[in-house]
């Protein structure tokens, strides 16, 4: 049993009771909505006559079905706006903080929380979407809950859990250029399996973790549910210090030293105790692409598609699945596999830090005849901050779209979608059959500097050998420097949190 | 589409008939695909749930299959669940007519989903769950006990006599079944107290002031 790890001591702080059916009853320090998985809640809430417990702990976006053409109102699918209207309405009748279209700060409820310094170390942080995982990126305890946990967390602003074995992930070395953290928890989870990290939570930790920015270690814990974790984090050190201080909701003056001094202290002891640990080294991880139907089906863009008899005797069953469903054949390169559409976004690879990346692959270069490639910030201030530097511009030199802040194409809510067969190289977190908006529509995940690599050179390419040629900037190599702290003059209704 | 009432109350037992959905890491996009999201009730979910996979076997799978009808214990193999955390999936299987899960294991967030609306979800050896699908294809009229209190689910079967398979859940989510505290918001309600003591220490609630 784990004993004097984060997780222990943030699950310590936050334990209200011990709940009759032998789970435990948890305070949520931080509670985040969108459309999508809350207007139940709201509804179970007011049938039950129900208030809600703390409506300043609670902040709203929309953000999966918002289109990223035109988001002019009413929105131009009456479903999509009936969902957002009732998200304003439910957000008015209970007094809580939304970030709306065009407030300056809407945006991927994952990419929004941590710019606005919402997200804390030590926080327990709760989401009505699985990849609330992200948070942890910050030394918080933040799971994905669905919309009964929504309802008692609204009610309550607590849960009830039971607590995780906690497994260390060391990761020795360093990320070589042109390697991302994508590239290096898509390798994780192909090692350890879709379900390898059910009933745990996942801390990493080693060198290559300390190394990595807070945008970095966003888009490591965003996938640690793919890999089975509910919740994955890396202990708050300066690096996550240095990103939070100035930001809007985060301490400041006095205060942000007595912050600093708490989550200082709540990081994992030299003594910490761990049920189980496995090592990796990063400097031998490749740029690493999905061939299959799972997160977890994934290789080295220089490796092939795996033959059966490569594969353990469990995992064949399914690989017959995506040899068929994504019409690739085993032992095949999956480098050269012709791609129709590249998007790059998401709460995975949606912020500044990723779009400086792929920017630098696509400048000077151009999208290659016949493919569709678009780009979708994260939030409103990615897409703000990227636009003061010029990326859109490079974007759009070289071909792409440059489309408006939401979860687009990532699960096509949304009018952004495949078509048919289309096979997409996406930065985003999942593979599954029909994620991407087409019942038969397929999907190669990549870091963002590899789907701009796909959609130059129409195919799946390795993006060192783009970044070889010598006129690619410097930042597409990792680690890229940490995007500043936001500090406009955009409301500041939840600056209060 | 179900004319079942739902779970309500303490749960140890269910009866009713099997059906086996062979595969493994079934997502919840597969089990209810994302444009079935768009809607601010859970009330008409039941003509989503594996609305595309349906639609790529033309009739032919068991969600369609005549003899399934009606069923409503269904038997998976491993991670089913897996993916977004939409309760949508869930509450779509619920309201087609499922009422309990048997499975290799699932994904947790999905059973933490299943469990907050009563349907508990067993898991047993994968040379049993395999067994199990199979009894339920040669006789998919029979009914199936699951037994919380014995912690086993039974085939009655006159083609392949009795059959008892052994099932494991843990303690504590067993309990709020059996106990029927498995709709965890009075509960949590109950300890207002001691959620007020537990904030009053945690420093960021009040900005470090």
């Given at each position: ?43 179970a ?17 929309v ?49 929004i929380?941590?710019e606005?310094?919402?997200t ?90 300390e190394a ?15 890999g ?26 006095e ?9 200082s ?15 990796f080294?990063?400097a031998?991880?490749a ?9 977890g ?24 699945e ?10 095949v ?41 678009f ?23 070289a ?14 809510m949304n ?6 067969r ?31 690599a ?23 190599t ?20 | 589409?179900?004319?079942q ?7 140890s ?10 595969g493994?890491?079934?997502d ?73 899960l ?9 059973f ?6 009563g ?29 919380l209190?014995?912690?086993?689910v ?35 309600l109950?300890?207002d ?11 960021y609630?009040?900005g470090?002031?």
């Amino acid at each position: 049993m784990s004993a004097g790890t984060l997780y222990d001591k943030v699950w310590d702080l936050h334990r209200v009771s011990e709940l009759p059916g032998g789970s435990t009853q948890l305070f949520i320090g931080l509670h985040l909505i969108h459309e999508v998985t809350s207007p139940q809640a709201f509804a179970a809430l007011r049938d039950l006559g129900l208030s809600v417990r703390h409506p300043e702990r609670t902040v709203a976006t929309v953000d999966h079905i918002v289109p990223t053409t035109s988001q002019a109102r009413p929105l131009a699918d009456p479903l999509a706006e009936e969902m957002l209207a009732t998200l304003e309405r439910n957000c008015a009748e209970h007094g809580i903080t939304l970030h709306g279209l065009g407030s300056g700060r809407q945006g991927i409820v994952h990419v929004i929380a941590p710019e606005l310094g919402l997200t804390q170390p030590g926080m327990t942080v709760a989401c009505g979407d699985s990849h609330t995982s992200t948070h942890g990126a910050f030394g918080a305890i933040a799971f994905g809950i669905g919309t009964s946990q929504v309802r008692d967390v609204l009610a309550s602003q607590s849960l009830a859990m039971t607590k995780l074995k906690v497994r260390r992930i060391w990761v020795d070395g360093q990320l070589q250029p042109g390697v991302f953290a994508k590239d290096l928890v898509l390798h994780i989870i192909r090692t350890l399996g879709v379900k390898g990290g059910v009933g745990h939570a996942y801390e990493f930790a080693g060198p290559a973790i300390e190394a990595l920015s807070m945008e970095e270690r966003m888009t490591l814990c965003n996938m640690a549910i793919e890999g089975g974790a509910r919740c994955g984090y890396v202990n708050p050190d300066q690096t996550t210090f240095d990103y939070l201080r100035g930001r809007p909701c985060a301490p400041s003056g006095e205060a942000w030293e007595r912050a600093v001094a708490w989550w200082s202290g709540l990081a994992s002891g030299a003594d910490a105790v761990f049920d189980d640990e496995v090592r990796f080294d990063a400097a031998a991880i490749a740029p690493t692409v999905t061939w299959g139907i799972t997160p977890g089906q994934g290789i080295g863009v220089d490796e092939t598609v795996p033959t059966p008899d490569q594969l353990d005797p469990d995992d064949r069953a399914l690989a017959g699945e995506a040899y068929q469903y994504m019409d690739l054949r085993p032992g095949v390169p999956i480098a050269g596999t012709p791609v129709d559409v590249c998007f790059i976004g998401s709460c995975t690879n949606g912020r500044l830090s990723d779009l400086r990346a792929a920017a630098a692959v696509a400048s000077g270069r151009q999208v290659a005849a016949g493919i569709r490639a678009f780009v979708v910030p994260g939030s409103e201030q990615v897409a703000a901050a990227a636009e003061a530097e010029g990326l859109d511009a490079v974007f759009r030199a070289a071909g792409f779209e440059w489309r408006q802040p939401g979860c687009s194409m990532c699960l096509a809510m949304n009018p952004d979608r495949l078509e048919g067969r289309q096979l997409s190289a996406s930065s985003s977190n999942r593979n599954f059959k029909g994620r991407q908006g087409s019942a038969s529509g397929r999907t190669l995940l990549m870091s963002p500097a590899m789907v701009a690599a796909a959609a130059v050179a129409g195919q799946v390419v390795d993006v060192r050998r783009l970044l070889a040629d010598g006129d690619a900037s410097p930042s597409a190599t990792r680690p890229g420097s940490e995007p500043s702290p936001e500090l406009s003059s955009a409301p500041s209704a939840a600056s209060r949190l | 589409m179900s004319h079942q009432p739902l779970p309500a109350g303490p749960i140890s037992a269910h009866r009713g008939r099997g059906l086996p959905l062979p595969g493994a890491d079934i997502d919840t996009d597969r089990i209810i695909p994302a444009r079935f999201l768009k809607c601010v009730t859970f009330e008409n979910l039941a003509t989503g749930v594996f609305a595309d996979d349906r639609s790529e076997r033309s009739g032919d799978h068991p969600f369609d299959r005549d003899e399934h009808q009606g069923a409503s214990v269904l038997v998976v193999n491993r991670n089913f669940g897996c993916g977004s955390s939409r309760e949508h999936a869930p509450q779509a299987l619920m309201r087609w007519g499922i009422r309990a899960l048997v499975g290799e294991s699932f994904a947790e967030i999905f059973f933490g989903n299943c469990l907050a609306l009563g349907l508990p979800c067993l898991t047993a050896d994968p040379a049993h769950v395999a067994e199990l699908q199979e009894a339920i294809a040669v006789d998919p009229g029979a009914e199936l006990l699951v037994d919380l209190e014995a912690m086993e689910v039974v085939l009655e079967s006159e083609f392949a006599g009795d059959n008892r398979w052994p099932v494991t859940l843990d303690p504590g989510p067993r309990r709020m079944l059996l106990t029927g505290h498995w709709d965890g918001t009075s509960q949590l309600l109950a300890h207002d107290a001691e959620l007020s003591a537990t904030a009053a220490v945690l420093p960021y609630l009040s900005g470090f002031r």
